[in-house]
Every structure is written in C-alpha cells, then in structure tokens.
C-alpha cells in the first residue's frame, strides 16, 4: 500500500549532472520528513540528504554544494539533484520517507547511480 517510487538513474561521467525523483504514496507526505540513502558495494548504507516537512535541510559532508535535495508537495515527489558527480557517488540510491511524529520508515527499491568514463 505504501510506495516509493524511484526514477532517473543512470550513468553519467565524472562531472555530469543527475536528477533523482521519488514519488510517494499510501502516507500522508506532509508529515514525513524525505531522504536520501545510498549503498556502494561492500560498504555501508549511509544517509546522503535530508529534508524535514518544513523545508529544512542536511546533507552528508562528503555532498555538501553538490547535491540539492528538494520536496514538492502537491506532487509528493522529493527530488535529489546530483551535480560535478564523482566516481566515488556510484551507488544504489534508495528513497525513505520518515514519519516525524512518529519511528516508522519506509523505502524504495533503489535505483543506480553510475559515474564513469
């Protein structure tokens, strides 16, 4: 019932541009804080953006100026915009939404994110 829905993925080259989408649906959006988690092989899952239902923001320090994350709610969609991509970004990118007044998480399935030339 609950859903999130990842599109745009792909591969890009070192220094290239993408823009990550997620759809939501099956939660009331506005009560759900938005994020961003990746996972490159052999490593852990770690948070790469946040954005609260206030609009307020954080990002992982090793992102920092170069990724945007963003939230539209009359489409329930929270966007990751990735800029000057780096070799060392190539994950599975996975969305998550997180109920503030609340512990429930929920997840997408992943989408890959590759930076090669």
């Known amino acids: 019932q609950v859903q999130l829905v990842e599109s745009g993925g792909g591969l890009v080259q070192p220094g290239g541009s993408l823009r990550l989408s997620c759809a939501a649906s099956?939660?009331?959006?506005?009560?759900?804080?938005m994020g961003w988690y990746r996972q490159a092989p052999g490593k852990q899952r770690e948070l790469v953006a946040l954005i609260t239902s206030g609009g307020n923001t954080n990002y992982e320090e090793a992102v920092k100026g170069r990724f945007t994350i963003s939230r539209d709610n009359a489409k329930r969609t929270v966007y990751l915009q990735m800029s000057n991509l780096k070799p060392e970004d190539t994950a599975v990118y996975f969305c998550y939404a997180n109920e503030e007044i609340g512990v429930e998480v929920e997840w997408g399935q992943g989408t890959q994110v590759t930076v090669s030339s």
């Open positions: 099956g939660i009331i959006f506005s009560d759900y804080s």
